[in-house]
């Protein structure tokens, strides 16, 4: 059965972005059945191209992300989640929908890299590493036997990582 997870953002425009998109990689490249989708608050409804830029440099394919409304998970016909994830303050702070399946929620937070400071280059480098970091806790949480875990050992596996 496919582990979903969900991340959500604000704008669903960069830290969001990068997170789908390093989770889907990593998962498919160890042929794990893990599923991430991406979504905001309030969507901006476009995609930063620094974040486009900095997963294509690692092999993501990125030609099929759109910035999407929280709303699109939250209905009778979306993907029951296992897990959603916050990586912004603002959208941790929110009241979210509810979400269909009752899955653990977590907040990893990270700087905008869209606020970063030196022009075209600081911005890009503020968006690798972002990407980076992110990538790093997406591989902490694949290698969790999610399939196997109960929820209550998934959400302090998920907490542990958190603080890594």
């Excluded at 974040?51 to 030609?63: F, H, N, P, S």
Aim: aromatic residues 6%; proline residues 5%; hydrophobic residues 40%.
């Amino acid at each position: 059965m496919t582990t979903n997870i969900l991340i959500l953002c604000t704008h669903n425009s960069a830290r969001s972005v990068l997170a789908e998109g390093m989770l889907n990689h990593l998962a498919k490249v160890r042929g794990l059945d893990v599923r991430a989708f991406s979504a905001g608050s309030a969507p901006s409804g476009r995609i930063n191209p620094f974040a486009l830029e900095a997963l294509a440099a690692v092999g993501v394919k990125t030609d099929a992300f759109r910035s999407k409304s929280w709303n699109e998970f939250s209905g009778a016909d979306a993907p029951v989640m296992r897990i959603v994830i916050t990586v912004c303050d603002s959208a941790a702070n929110e009241v979210c929908p509810y979400w269909p399946g009752t899955p653990i929620q977590m907040h990893w937070g990270y700087p905008d890299p869209s606020n970063a400071q030196g022009g075209e280059e600081g911005k890009r480098q503020a968006f690798e590493i972002t990407r980076q970091a992110i990538g790093y806790r997406m591989l902490q949480m694949l290698e969790l036997p999610l399939a196997d875990m109960s929820d209550s050992d998934l959400q302090v596996q998920l907490n542990r990582i958190a603080h890594s």
